[in-house]
């Protein structure tokens, strides 16, 4: 067997070696933008978006389906944490306005920002937790209230939130052999993915030009990310040595061999489509042209009858008006 050496370990957002969770709050408060509100509020766990709160509806808006397990247990949530932002988008206003006077700006457009909450870390196997707190709010608030509510949230979301989703991995080069080949990672769920690059010689040191990509999110709730391996160094024949390994927790991982004959370029379609759209829209063209073929020979044909058709042909009254009349036979008379 031959021995895997020369790992290179990239690791997109956190580890997968223990799982990260978060409950954060986002406040933004302006002045001067019409086209916005003064204040707005945003909670987030794990990155997802469960309520929002502006100054122009001024009341809270669930955004996750489980949020009404959570109003439904407690029946004061919607009435207690609109009255919380409401306080909040007063303050904030007031914060605004003592700012301008501190910088002496009494006109234009102003924003400020102001995030806080806390992070849990949970390892694997249970044993210990670490934790941070974004921004000092007060002992109670980060030792009970903010480490309930996280806990809360994760059970009452947890169909959503500590879901699983495999990702779809393939390979990309925007130009053969002189640009990087991509290994893409898409669909995958949770955000906390790794990457590994392996090198199954032990006579060659690792590649070492890898450029990792960020994590973004999908229209679906789901992420995506894309890693360049730069291979100019590397003969087309050895590609097949190096991999792109997707690490995710509760699935294994997902090896990729950078070969190229699995590699797609610049007019290659992912799914195979490219050939059946080009010729779908060549039959297109071609049924809309001769659809204008045959307009105009049918117009062509139609000038044609009427240059050839005989005088006096058309008997209509049209044709006879401006004539005389033929005159009147007279009766014969004798002497």
Request: charged share 20%; with cysteine.
């Amino acid at each position: 067997m031959k021995a895997l050496t020369g790992l290179l370990l990239l690791v997109f957002g956190h580890g997968v070696s223990s799982v990260l969770h978060s409950l954060h709050y986002f406040y933004t408060a302006s002045s001067g933008l019409s086209a916005f509100p003064e204040f707005v509020s945003v909670g987030m766990v794990d990155g997802v978006q469960f309520d929002y709160y502006d100054s122009n509806t001024q009341r809270i808006v669930l955004k996750q389906d489980w949020m009404k397990q959570v109003t439904s247990d407690d029946g004061d949530y919607l009435e207690r944490n609109t009255g919380n932002s409401q306080g909040s988008q007063q303050t904030f206003k007031a914060n605004i306005g003592i700012l301008k006077q501190r910088f002496n700006q009494t006109g234009g457009a102003h924003m400020f920002q102001w995030m806080f909450g806390y992070n849990r870390l949970s390892p694997p196997n249970g044993n210990g937790m670490g934790t941070e707190l974004i921004m000092n709010t007060g002992k109670t608030y980060q030792t009970k209230e903010c480490v309930d509510w996280l806990k809360k949230h994760l059970s009452y979301g947890k169909s959503t939130l500590q879901r699983t989703e495999r990702p779809g991995v393939s390979l990309r080069q925007r130009r053969p052999l002189s640009s990087p080949v991509v290994c893409h990672a898409t669909g995958f769920y949770p955000d906390r993915v790794g990457g590994v690059l392996g090198e199954e010689t032990a006579q060659e040191a690792p590649l070492s030009q890898v450029d990792p990509g960020e994590v973004l999110p999908n229209h679906d709730g789901t992420f995506q990310v894309s890693v360049d391996f730069n291979l100019k160094a590397v003969p087309q024949e050895d590609w097949g040595r190096y991999e792109c390994v997707v690490q995710l927790k509760g699935i294994e991982d997902i090896s990729t061999r950078l070969d190229p004959a699995l590699i797609r370029t610049n007019g290659e379609d992912q799914s195979g489509l490219t050939i059946p759209i080009i010729i779908g829209l060549l039959v297109l063209l071609l049924a809309a042209a001769a659809a204008v073929v045959g307009v105009l020979l049918y117009k062509k044909r139609n000038a044609s009858d009427k240059r050839h058709k005989p005088v006096g042909s058309d008997t209509s009254s049209e044709n006879t008006e401006g004539q005389n009349p033929a005159p009147e036979a007279q009766p014969l008379t004798t002497a």
